[in-house]
């Protein structure tokens, strides 16, 4: 029988492709306009226009469930890779003063959300699905606020 074999299995730059275009299709159907720079040597992914015609830039990333499913987290920096027969190094650098936005995608739970860049660190990001163990609510970044 010939059919469909199914979806391959996507590698980094896959995933990223498709989290960014689940992401577009959220933000355009939120209302806003979507501008997408041309090549791949810029800090954003996108440029988002809103209801004030004011244009903000935004870097996408994949987000993925904690092993306690309590919180989503993504990276909030970007890992750059140097080779050399001697040895391997990657250096981390944040994105503030580069972009405005991060627009996260969670496969996980199918949802896309727009947070600042200044609500985040910039070596890791957090985003809690679930109440604290001790209900800390001080400085805890609610999923639902950011929601697209």
Not at 3 to 30: D, Q
Request: charged share 25%; proline share 4%.
């Amino acid at each position: 029988m010939m059919g469909l074999a199914g979806p391959k299995r996507l590698n980094h730059k896959e995933m990223g492709e498709r989290s960014e275009a689940i992401i577009i299709g959220g933000l355009v159907y939120s209302g806003y306009t979507i501008l997408k720079p041309y090549g791949e040597n810029q800090r954003y992914d996108l440029v988002i226009e809103d209801a004030n015609r004011q244009f903000w830039r935004v870097q996408c990333k994949t987000a993925w469930l904690s092993k306690d499913q309590k919180t989503i987290m993504f990276n909030p920096c970007s890992n750059h890779y140097a080779y050399t027969w001697q040895k391997n190094t990657m250096t981390r650098r944040h994105y503030r003063g580069d972009v405005e936005y991060f627009a996260v995608y969670s496969p996980d739970l199918d949802k896309v959300y727009l947070i600042p860049v200044d609500r985040v660190g910039t070596n890791q990001a957090t985003l809690r699905l679930e109440p604290t163990a001790n209900q800390q609510e001080k400085n805890v970044r609610w999923a639902k606020d950011y929601e697209v």
